[in-house]
């Protein structure tokens, strides 16, 4: 008996043993790893928190489907993750859309609705729209892949303060690699890039980080006078009555305002217009004279109305006629906040008050 | 050169790699059994045909569970493969190999590797070693550690061997060390084995997320996800370990048939003898 307790515990001792020198020969760098896992796990959130946060880049890009896709419209209000990658990537990009995806199908339906996942291609020869659709639909169907051309994909990263995309040597077979950033970036629903995921983030770290991100609140302390965020002023749908002929067309819009602090409309930018001026009414000898403006304030919790009579927008050289019931989206520059993307739906002039009357009512609650 | 399987990170490739480490555990294995045979024949042993083809196969199947390519891949690519390693290399390969030496080859085994097995191998030393090195191994900090290096992936293919050879052997040895047990207690022996097993199944299989990042994080070999991929591994170290346990307990009670029958007869044939001779 005596002997095979001292079998036991050399047995023990033995295996223990052979666990500390694997462990050991593992060396400094697994060391290094392990530390730099518990310093992020001390943190409040899992990914790497940007000191200082970036607003969302504006761009459009032509999405998996052929449509314009406007990353600040189209993903305003939402947490947003933005990954640069390519559908021929053997290791990093798959198993970090596999990650997400895996814990996003496990998160509450109304908590994924609030996440947007866009997959910009850093390999746009490659990635035709038909390969992003049937790569990314492997992971996910909500997951939304961009194209563009590789120096807007590159001025993207630059925005950004990433590197650009970097092509290895063709072979014989004609493969070649992408080097491309390695992290995902996450934009919490005030529209700033406040985290990033380096390679590594595992599906743990995503289910806790995501569930704080997508009710992600200004820390505690923040000052007052902190610039209003895109999040933090609502329009209302914008409206813009048939122009006549070919002239400029009007829009008439809401702004409400949730901010601490003032902020100023200076202009707006659509896709449908050349140039968009910022326009008022004032008095000049006795006679009420429409002219151009520098800016227009919104004062924290105040709403701003441009409507018929007041302040508006002007779009010039529009692209094409437009005709009642075209929509298309205008972002309206803040001086302080940035950019705020709203709707726009075309409708007959005599339609206009009751649509403005409407919107405001809704504003109301 | 790599010598032994670990987890590299780098794509899959369906190419071939050289592994000479595993090659050279398996010569010396090899190069050990004939040398432990011939002394057993020297020794007026026999022709031992089923030994031999026994251990044949137990060494194959551990030449297949460490090299290229489900070495490659149970290192660094798939949990569930990994699992394919632990049950050949755990609970397969150590019966093949301890019936496949012959019961007079025991007798030739160097005295100071007796005086090692025969306390570890005893019932109660040899079956808590082997289930605490079991749950040790599939711990995720100690795999993820491991199997990142070859001497780390080495050590815990040597734990798995080791410890299979001493779990199986009260059950298929019983000389020289004299620790066989007798044929219930075998069963009961190989029975706690799976209630033993039960957490790390558990944990495997309903575990919310993928616990090794080796196979979480590793380049993608198929369109299987890293978790179902995990729960694959922990319904298999259940269900194939229990089909393998059950086959085990059949063996045992297989051969305990065919003692008591071979004892029910020998006095019978023994009888005419006895009674054609008056001295006795």
């Not at chain 2, 063996?251 to 054609?276: C, D, G, I, M, Y």
């Amino acid at each position: 008996m005596k002997r095979s307790r001292a079998a036991l515990a050399a047995l023990l001792l033995a295996g223990g043993t052979v666990l500390w020198v694997g462990l050991r020969a593992v060396g400094p760098e697994a060391q290094a790893q392990r530390d730099a896992r518990r310093a992020m796990e001390a943190r409040e959130y899992r990914g790497a928190e940007l000191p200082d946060p970036m607003p969302k880049p504006a761009f459009t890009l032509t999405d998996m489907y052929g449509h314009p896709f406007d990353f600040v419209a189209e993903t305003d209000g939402r947490l947003t993750l933005l990954f640069f990658g390519f559908t021929n990537c053997p290791d990093i990009c798959p198993v970090h859309m596999a990650n997400i995806a895996a814990v996003l199908k496990d998160l509450p339906q109304p908590v994924q609705q609030q996440i947007r996942v866009v997959f910009i291609s850093a390999d746009p020869d490659r990635d035709t729209p038909e390969k992003l659709q049937q790569w990314l639909g492997v992971f996910h169907p909500s997951f939304i892949g961009l194209r563009g051309s590789i120096e807007e994909v590159n001025d993207i990263l630059a925005e950004l303060r990433l590197p650009p995309v970097v092509f290895g040597e063709v072979d014989e077979r004609g493969n070649y690699s992408v080097g491309h950033a390695a992290q995902i970036l996450a934009f919490t629903p005030d529209g700033y890039l406040r985290l990033m995921y380096p390679f590594g983030t595992r599906q743990a770290d995503w289910a806790v980080d995501l569930l704080k991100l997508t009710s992600w609140e200004p820390p505690a302390g923040a000052p007052a006078d902190a610039p209003p965020r895109p999040s933090q002023l609502r329009p209302s749908m914008a409206y813009v009555p048939v122009p006549a002929g070919e002239g400029p067309a009007a829009l008439y819009i809401t702004v409400a305002s949730r901010a601490a602090a003032p902020d100023t409309l200076v202009g707006a930018h659509t896709r449908v217009a050349g140039r968009v001026e910022l326009h008022g009414h004032a008095e000049r000898d006795g006679t009420m004279i429409m002219e151009r403006l520098d800016g227009v304030p919104v004062q924290p919790g105040d709403s701003l109305r441009l409507m018929p009579g007041g302040y508006h927008l002007m779009l010039h050289d529009l692209t094409h006629r437009l005709a009642a019931g075209d929509t298309f989206t205008v972002e309206l520059e803040f001086r302080r906040a940035g950019r705020v993307a709203a709707r726009s739906v075309v409708i007959p002039y005599s339609a206009v008050e009751r649509m403005l009357s409407a919107s405001e009512r809704q504003e109301g609650h | 050169m790599q010598w032994w399987c670990s987890a590299q990170g780098e794509p899959w490739t369906w190419a071939w790699q050289a592994y000479p480490g595993v090659w050279l555990f398996i010569g010396i294995i090899a190069t050990g059994y004939a040398r432990l045979l011939r002394r057993t024949r020297a020794a007026g042993g026999g022709a031992f045909r089923s030994s031999i083809a026994l251990f044949a196969t137990g060494l194959l199947l551990l030449w297949l569970s460490l090299d290229w390519p489900i070495g490659a891949i149970g290192a660094g690519y798939l949990a569930s493969v990994h699992m394919v390693q632990f049950l050949l290399m755990g609970l397969i390969v150590p019966p093949l190999l301890l019936y496949g030496i012959p019961e007079q080859a025991y007798e030739q085994l160097p005295p100071r590797l007796l005086a090692v097995l025969t306390p570890v191998t005893r019932p109660v030393v040899a079956f808590t070693s082997f289930n605490l090195m079991v749950i040790l191994t599939h711990l995720p900090p100690v795999v993820d550690t491991l199997m990142a290096t070859q001497l780390g992936s080495f050590a815990i293919d040597m734990l798995w061997l080791g410890g299979g050879i001493i779990f199986w052997w009260p059950v298929c040895v019983g000389t020289p060390g004299g620790s066989q047990l007798r044929e219930l207690a075998k069963v009961g022996y190989l029975g706690l084995y799976l209630i033993a097993m039960k957490p790390v199944f558990i944990y495997l299989t309903f575990s919310r997320f993928p616990q090794y990042a080796t196979y979480e994080l590793a380049p993608r070999i198929s369109n299987i996800s890293a978790r179902a991929d995990q729960q694959m591994a922990g319904l298999m170290m259940e269900v194939v370990g229990m089909i393998i346990i059950l086959l085990a307990v059949g063996a045992v009670f297989l051969r305990w048939s065919a003692r008591e029958a071979r004892a029910e007869t020998a006095p019978v044939q023994a009888a005419p003898a006895a009674l054609a001779d008056p001295q006795r």
